[in-house]
Structures are given as C-alpha cells and as structure tokens.
C-alpha cells in the first residue's frame, strides 16, 4: 500500500476566506482525510513545512515573513497551488500598492484617526512589510491557480479530485467563470 500525498497550506496576507472554502467541502472533507495527510495547516496546528506533494498557498506576499514561508513551500513541496485573488493577483492587500510604504505607515500609526500614541512600531516579533504586496508567481513559480475570491468549496474539490487521480485539471465554467 503506498503512502498518501502529503499536502500542506497556508495563508499569506489576505483575509483566510480561501481556507474557509476549504472547509465549506461540508462532509466531502472527512473523504479528504481519508486521501490524503496533512502537513502544515490550521486543520492540523503544524507550523512549519515538511516535504509534501501538494502545497495549497492563499494570500499575497506583503512582509518578510510572507517571503519566507512562500519560499518554503516552493522548496518543500512538489506542486503549489496559487489558491484565490490574493495569492494570483495580489488581491485586496494589493490595493497599497498605489501608495509608498511610508505613506501608508505614517497613515496609520502616525497620522490616522484614532491615533494616540503616534509611532511606526519597529518590534523584531513584527515581520519588516515589503515595499508593495506581491502576487506569488512574481516571488516564485506556481504549478496552477484557482482563482476566485475565494475560490468555491466545489472549484477546490474539483482541483483536489481531479490532481489526487492524476487527471488533467478541467473546471466547469460556472466554477471559474465570475459575474
């Protein structure tokens, strides 16, 4: 009996709505843990990557913790899924991107409503923000993309189903087609 793929995921910067339809498989995940283990992922607690077969990557590259966990994946698992709007695009995060990084920092911790105690914090425990957010493909290569915001629970099953038999990766166009 061989080994079941390993599969790991993670979120980046984003909102973990990518996550949740992940769990919005309903029922369909207990038949996922019977296919496949997990590796790093909330459903299992494990905070770093081992190697695996599958990594399933949400969320945009904004700091320098972002960059690390992104290249690990890369290097540990065999295929990686750019996984919703954020991650393919950069999504919401993304919406930065048209200011400097210092304006927005002074925006927030400096000049903003509500701000008592002005200061941009420069605490080693707070990851370094890059100068803008990043799709992942621009930080490393990406083996396939579910897009959406987030992609359905069926767009993931679709794409989980269809790699876990080794068939080619095909969506029906309501699973990837947005109004």
Known sequence: MSAKPRVATASL???????????????????????????????TDIKTVGDCD??????????????????????????????????????VPAM???LALRECLEESYVRGVGVYHPGIPRDPEIPLLLDRVHPIHEVVK???????????????????????????IAFPYTQIHYD
């Open 54 to 91: 599958l990594g399933l990557i949400e969320g945009g590259v904004a700091n320098t913790e972002n960059l690390e966990v992104l290249r690990a994946f890369r290097r540990h698992c065999r295929t990686l899924v750019a996984v919703g709007a954020c991650a393919v695009n950069g999504g």
């Open 13 to 43: 910067c984003g909102c973990f709505g990518c996550h949740t339809s992940l769990l919005d498989i309903d029922e369909r995940i207990l038949q996922l843990v019977d296919l496949v283990d997990f590796d790093r992922s909330p459903l």
């Open 142 to 168: 990406v083996d396939y993309v579910l897009p959406g915001c987030p992609p359905s629970a069926d767009t993931l099953w679709t794409f989980l189903t269809a790699w876990l038999s080794g068939q080619p």
């Open 96 to 98: 930065r991107n048209a």
